[in-house]
């Protein structure tokens, strides 16, 4: 857990604190109210404040992406003339607890364009958001067609949502950059 993640809930409890003392004293509710409103603003404006400042990270393939203690990394990655075959290695870094990230739907290429490849259909590989007990991990591949010209290419997770993201944390919001891509070449 991040300083940010932190924040966010100290400020959802101290949201749900306002709104029942607003409960409370119904005649001042409607300041309270406002306030509340205002505040609200400021913090959700510092969200996509962070998220247009800052620039998409780069890494590389053996490091590690990581979301709470869920992480994900690129093994090996092979060029071949129709494309790639990547394996990935997701793994959890938990000490006690399960874990999956309901968010990742599946990871897919980029190039310096940033035009989308997705991955082949395969049922036989483990999805990304395979359960994993405490320290497990799981060796997962994809394989993907690009052309032969296709340059810079680099890996990115697909967690979006199928509009525009939702952001509440700051620093975890992607919705006015293109994310974090690991480089593949």
């Not at 991040?2 to 300041?31: E, G, H, Y």
């Not at 980029?110 to 082949?120: A, G, L, S």
């Amino acid at each position: 857990m991040m300083i940010f993640d932190l924040l966010f809930l100290v400020l959802a409890l101290a949201a749900i604190a306002t709104l029942i003392t607003a409960a409370v004293q119904w005649r001042r509710a409607p300041r309270i109210l406002l306030n509340l409103a205002i505040c609200a603003a400021i913090y959700i404006g510092l969200v996509y404040g962070v998220t247009a400042a800052c620039t998409p990270k780069i890494l590389h393939a053996g490091e590690p992406q990581c979301r709470d203690d869920w992480c994900f990394q690129v093994d090996h990655a092979e060029r071949t003339p129709n494309g790639y075959n990547v394996e990935i290695k997701i793994f959890s870094t938990a000490k006690r607890v399960a874990q999956r990230e309901n968010g990742a739907k599946d990871v897919y290429l980029v190039d310096e364009q940033w035009n989308r490849y997705n991955p082949e259909p395969s049922t036989s590989e483990p999805p990304l958001n395979t359960l994993l007990q405490p320290g497990e991990s799981v060796i997962t591949h994809r394989t993907f067609n690009i052309p032969a010209t296709t340059s810079n290419i680099g890996l990115a997770l697909d967690h979006s949502n199928d509009g525009f993201p939702i952001c509440l944390v700051i620093g975890e919001c992607e919705a006015l950059h293109k994310g974090t891509v690991m480089r593949l070449e």
